[in-house]
């Protein structure tokens, strides 16, 4: 499986936007990008998907190198809710029942 | 919707007693469900996939006869911790994906997961 690549750590201040970065240098033309997050003490939750273009939901924006090679993930305004683990991962298909595979993800801090 | 239950929260349970834990879709059908262990301060890691009335597929190192998985149903799935160990204490999280309103999900949902404690 094609490996990504995130910083273990970040911090942010409350309602600024906050860019959180995955590499994965060794995506295939096939693997979709998949963000999800962990709340503490939660299970994990969808946030965006995408394969090629850029994507936006009401949770985030998806932005992806034209090379496919990294990506960001974007909240436009953080809020104390936000903080979480999150983790990107590859998928070689766009089907649910296509396992997971979590890395170590991004420790994100929300600073009031 | 997409909420995915799991019964229950907790459960504190002496060495060498079975415990079962309860994975409900509450408003799709669950066709594939999967069943991950979180230990503390780590990742998320898959145990198994189980695919409704089929056998589950284990991951590589996941002993099969002491983590039970059964799938009979499109709304539930059971993991049953056998013979239950201090080193079984885990956070155990399932989640789940298939069908509603005859669209196919991309993407999982998860349930809000099971803290099991041996003594």
């Known amino acids: 499986d094609a490996k990504t690549t995130q910083p273990n750590s970040m911090e942010s201040n409350e309602e600024e936007p906050v860019h959180l970065p995955c590499n994965h240098s060794t995506i295939s033309g096939t693997d979709y990008i998949h963000w999800y997050r962990q709340l503490p003490s939660q299970g994990p939750e969808y946030v965006i998907h995408?394969?090629?273009s850029n994507v936006n939901n009401r949770m985030a924006s998806l932005a992806i190198a034209e090379d496919r090679k990294s990506s960001t993930l974007i909240l436009h305004r953080a809020t104390l809710r936000d903080a979480a683990v999150y983790y990107c991962?590859?998928?070689?298909?766009?089907?649910?029942?296509?396992?997971?595979?979590f890395g170590t993800g991004t420790r994100l801090t929300i600073i009031p | 919707g997409a909420v995915v239950s799991q019964h229950p929260s907790r459960v504190i349970c002496k060495s060498g007693t079975s415990v079962k834990i309860e994975c409900r879709s509450l408003d799709f059908q669950a066709t594939t469900m999967f069943w991950y262990r979180q230990f503390p301060k780590k990742s998320l890691m898959l145990m198994a996939t189980?695919?409704?009335?089929?056998?589950?597929?284990?991951e590589q190192g996941v002993e099969k006869d002491k983590f039970l998985i059964n799938h009979a149903s499109l709304t539930l799935s059971t993991l049953t911790v056998t013979s239950a160990h201090p080193e079984d204490s885990s956070f155990y999280i399932c989640?789940?994906?298939?069908?509603?309103?005859?669209?196919?999900?991309?993407?999982?949902?998860f349930g809000p997961g099971t803290r099991l404690t041996v003594l």
């Open positions: 189980s695919n409704e009335g089929s056998k589950a597929t284990y």
């Open positions: 989640s789940a994906t298939g069908l509603a309103g005859g669209r196919s999900y991309n993407e999982q949902f």
């Open positions: 991962i590859l998928r070689p298909s766009n089907f649910g029942n296509e396992k997971l595979t």
């Open positions: 995408g394969l090629t």
